[in-house]
């Protein structure tokens, strides 16, 4: 079946680091995508990743390990604004997207 | 402004009622979603459209019912819902299928009574 877990809920300081793991169990893998999603709107997407190994944009990171099934968002310099909910979302080979149930993400002060 | 546009934006209505939702994007796109978010659960994809053609169906009830005359615009009509039909409607865009960034709308707070 497909299954995407992520943990629930966590919790950082501003100005921290954060990393937020995926793991995927799909049929078949076309990428992995990340996604930002504040409270009452839409997501916006953040990376992408389809091979194996690190993503760099600005203070966002992606990581990705095909044969573990497994990614991370590594968040840096952590700001008040990124208190959001970050999705994890898969592609199969159908193109059917397979979403993760988000984990929900609080800076504090 | 992300280019996609949704329309209305809250919505209520009663399970006998006929309602449809309007996305438009206006970023020349040829692939359009539709997408469900309730509480508490995962972003759940409902329809792909690309090139104005279906491609995409997850099992879909249906009393949701898509329409994508063009291009550039995409209806989800609504006909006897459910309570549980309550949630937010994400309209997504992108420069086609094996794009892999969407533009995502505004969405429709949708609350069937």
């Known amino acids: 079946g497909q299954n995407i877990d992520q943990p629930t809920e966590m919790t950082a300081t501003e100005g921290a680091i954060v990393q937020i793991n995926c793991t995927y169990q799909t049929s078949g893998f076309n990428g992995l995508f990340w996604y930002q999603q504040h409270a009452g709107e839409a997501p916006t997407f953040l990376s992408y990743n389809v091979l194996d190994g690190l993503e760099e944009k600005g203070r966002f990171s992606s990581f990705l390990s095909r044969s573990k099934g497994y990614s991370y968002l590594l968040l840096k310099e952590l700001q008040m604004k990124d208190s959001a909910s970050y999705l994890c979302a898969v592609e199969d080979y159908g193109q059917n997207f397979v979403f993760g149930p988000g984990t929900r993400l609080s800076v504090l002060p | 402004e992300t280019g996609v546009t949704q329309t209305p934006r809250h919505l209520v209505m009663g399970m006998t009622n006929k309602k449809s939702l309007k996305c438009e994007q206006h970023l020349g796109h040829n692939a359009m979603y539709w997408y469900k978010q309730s509480a508490k659960k995962p972003l759940e994809l409902m329809f792909v459209?690309?090139?104005?053609?279906?491609?995409e169906n997850n099992s879909v009830p249906s009393r949701f019912s898509p329409e994508c005359p063009n291009s550039s615009h995409l209806f989800l009509h609504l006909h006897t819902l459910q309570p549980e039909d309550s949630a937010l409607y994400l309209c997504?865009?992108?420069?086609?299928?094996?794009?892999?960034?969407?533009?995502f709308g505004p969405g429709t707070r949708l609350t069937v009574t």
């Open positions: 997504a865009s992108s420069q086609d299928t094996a794009s892999y960034e969407q533009y």
């Open positions: 459209y690309s090139l104005e053609e279906r491609v």
